[in-house]
């Protein structure tokens, strides 16, 4: 299928996100936003529930305890509740930000064309979704995708494409971020279902270069260490069309943004992308390290680090405090009201 039966104007669901952005009301109030945080907290501080992943031996012994919300709006106003310096493994959550690289150097078309842009119905890291379209009908949100968008990113050399990955997150962030070694590390020496994967999608034609090095660059990529403070800026970045809300820098092109939080909306919470999205409306990406970010388009960016999982790999007490805080601010792009 070709990407250009698909115009930007045809995108209906990306049209839908930024719905919001289009909406006459005022955003949320500063004290609105700061109580809706607080209840948030409050509600979930004692959560026991879920665990911290394990199949990767240096995420599990990171403190389960550390729950942090921060939400960033567009005109650069930070919000918190909780701690929002302790930092963790990026992990999955970076693969919005190499794809937002991928398109902003290839066009969107790139990754449409490549490794598509559906949900697979399969788990995060299935081999038997590759297999069955030959890799063709896949999503960047995805292992398979991921490390083939990762893979597509432009350089001369690994250095250099990893400093440009690298950069491109520090914009998104408004700060330098660093490289968890342990996590990497211990990522790299467990990562050999990653690298069947790259091998699979290198022999189906999608990774044109060396697949062990799309592999040790995703690795890599996922090992950036980040807070929940961070992770809002970078969410907030997307909110504001591209343009980071802290620094004022445009990181990314505005073009390309209503792609990027599409694929977040279908794809971006593992199995359970369809039932996120109907609870909430918000594209939303979450990592195995513990952290989710959301964006209301034209509203605000959110992100919650709270490291114990569901079975499905997303932070319980990220989800629910996600949720309850879009709710109380009205940040579903899908509620409208009808024109009086």
């Known amino acids: 299928m070709n990407f250009s039966l698909f115009t930007r104007t045809g995108l209906l669901l990306a049209a839908c996100l930024f719905a919001s952005a289009l ?50 709006t567009p005109e650069g106003k930070i919000y918190t509740a909780g701690d929002v310096k302790s930092e963790v493994s990026i992990q999955s959550i970076s693969k919005v930000f190499t794809m937002a690289l991928v ?34 009908q ?4 995805v292992n398979a995708g991921a490390i083939t968008a990762t893979s597509m990113v432009k350089g001369s050399s690994r250095e250099e494409i990893w400093n440009k990955i690298l950069n491109h997150y520090n914009d998104f962030a408004g700060r330098e971020l660093s490289v968890n070694k342990e996590v990497f590390e211990s990522e790299a020496a467990t990562n050999q279902r990653n690298q069947a994967i790259a091998e699979l999608m290198y022999a189906y034609g999608h990774i044109k270069g060396d697949p062990d090095q799309a592999t040790d660059i995703y690795t890599e ?7 929940a403070r961070d992770l809002a800026v970078m969410a ?42 109907y609870l909430t ?10 952290g989710i ?48």
């Open 221 to 227: 990529q996922c090992s950036v260490n980040v807070n």
């Open 103 to 136: 398109m902003d150097e290839s066009g969107p078309e790139s990754i449409f064309n490549n490794m598509g842009v559906d949900a697979t119905g399969q788990v995060f890291n299935s081999i038997v979704a590759i297999e069955q379209y030959k890799g063709a």
């Open 236 to 277: 907030a970045t997307l909110a504001n069309g591209g343009r980071n809300p802290i620094t004022g820098k445009q990181v990314m092109k505005q073009e390309n943004v209503a792609e990027v939080m599409a694929v977040m909306a279908t794809a971006g919470l593992y199995d359970d992308s369809g039932q996120w999205l």
């Open 281 to 290: 409306g918000l594209p939303a990406k979450s990592g195995v390290g513990g």
């Open 23 to 72: 909406r006459a009301e005022a955003l949320p109030a500063k004290a609105d936003i700061e109580a809706a945080l607080n209840a948030a907290y409050a509600k979930y501080k004692a959560l026991q529930e879920g665990a911290n992943a394990d199949y990767i031996p240096a995420l599990a012994k990171v403190d389960p305890n550390i729950y942090g919300i921060a939400l960033v």
């Open 138 to 141: 896949m999503n960047p949100l």
């Open 293 to 340: 970010i959301a964006v209301s388009p034209g509203r605000f960016g959110i992100a919650v680090i709270s490291p114990p999982l569901d079975a499905a790999g997303n932070s319980v007490r990220a989800q629910k405090a996600i949720a309850d805080i879009s709710n109380a601010l009205g940040g579903n792009p899908y509620e409208v009201a009808p024109v009086k």
